[in-house]
């Protein structure tokens, strides 16, 4: 009966530090729209666990939406950094970044640096985030000539789902 019960306590606090939910992004421009997405341990001191979408970035295009539960985004390639000593390259489908490994479980959705995109042709850039994440400080809304980029975060039913929308 101890066994269960520290199986289920492991559980509950694994779950409560989970990756933060889907990270849902909307564009709503008629632009399209690439961005770079950071999920980071906002309880870590220092700058250094954090896991950034190092290739490809994401691209949504005009109109369209997209939601990811975990870093296993088909094709991806993410730079985990878990130490002062720099990022090492993992696949999104890596274990430890699926949902329940232990980088995944231990990260939230933190930043996006974005940019817009019409026919292939770059413009306006920028940075939105979570204001409370310190190592890379954003706003949680920035305005473009294109477009504007926010960011923001709704709970409900115990899953944190954290919103990218250009407007």
Not at 66 to 78: D, F, M
Request: aromatic residues 12%; contains cysteine; glycine residues 10%.
């Amino acid at each position: 009966m101890k066994k269960v019960l520290t199986i289920i306590g492991l559980l509950s606090i694994s779950c409560a530090f989970a990756q933060g939910g889907p990270l849902v992004i909307n564009n709503y421009t008629g632009y399209d729209f690439h961005t770079r997405v950071t999920a980071a341990n906002l309880t870590t001191p220092g700058c250094y666990f954090y896991v950034t979408l190092d290739n490809p970035e994401l691209v949504i295009p005009s109109g369209s939406s997209v939601s990811y539960n975990s870093y296993n985004i088909p094709g991806t390639l993410w730079k985990v950094s878990t130490s002062p000593s720099g990022g090492t390259p993992r696949l999104g489908s890596h274990p430890s970044l699926a949902l329940g490994g232990v980088i995944s479980v231990n990260t939230q959705w933190v930043v996006s640096e974005f940019q817009f995109y019409q026919a292939g042709t770059p413009s306006s850039s920028g940075a939105v985030g979570d204001p409370s994440y310190s190592c890379n400080p954003v706003p949680g809304v920035y305005f473009t000539p294109q477009a504007s980029v926010e960011w923001f975060t709704v709970s409900s039913g115990g899953t944190t789902y954290t919103y990218l929308q250009a407007l």
